[in-house]
């Protein structure tokens, strides 16, 4: 089955900061990236997905992610981070399943 | 069109009582699986079902949960004779048939025992 791999548990940055998240998987067939962020309180939401064709895929709210097949990897990246960005942020695979990271809790700073 | 449908959204129960969880997917969308988040951890998958099928329960534990889709009706997670350790989020999601696809999750169902 598939892993995801989540290095930063929580990041604290100020407002206007970029910010990069990591996530690493591994899979040995076709697989189909995601991030989900889920704000304080409520459910996951979809923030952008990878099927194939460009790598650089861009999201909801100024969210882009890139897939580095090479280095299995689907970083998250934001130019300019707001407060009210923050919540967690789940990296997903999907192979034959959904498999998630363990989550990265984004605090921004006013 | 409303999304994945879970209730309760709060269920507290007494050690060794049962816990039900219902889970009804999006309109036209065949696939239902269940993850469990505790508190600081991320999403734990559960198990993944279809209609009257479990094709992946790789995730659940093997005593006293169960998990149960019907040709009718909404989807079921229950579990048997609840501890402590029980007490998370349960959240549910659903997706169309097809590779390719994202899920969409429910509100999610926390579950306190006490």
Known sequence: AQSVSQHNHHVILSEAASLELGCNYSYGGTVN????????GQHLQLLLKYFSGDPLV????????????????????KPSVQWSDTAEYFCAVKG???????GTRLTVKP | NAGVMQNPRH?????????????????????????????????KF???LQKENIIDESGMPKERFSAEFPKEGP????????VRGDSAAYFCASSPEGQGSGYTFGSGTRLTVV
Do not use: T
């Open chain 2, 11 to 43: 269920l507290v129960r007494r050690r060794g009582q049962e816990a039900r969880l219902r889970c009804s997917p999006m309109k036209g969308h065949s696939h239902v699986y269940w993850y469990r988040q505790l508190p600081e951890e991320g999403l």
């Open chain 1, 33 to 40: 990236l995601f991030w989900y962020v889920q704000y304080p």
């Open chain 1, 58 to 77: 861009k999201g909801i709210k100024g969210f882009e992610a890139e897939f580095i097949k090479s280095k299995f990897s689907f970083n998250l990246r």
């Open chain 1, 96 to 102: 034959n399943d959904m498999r998630f990271g363990a």
């Open chain 2, 75 to 82: 989807s079921i997670l229950r579990i048997q004779q609840v």
């Open chain 2, 46 to 48: 559960m198990v993944y």
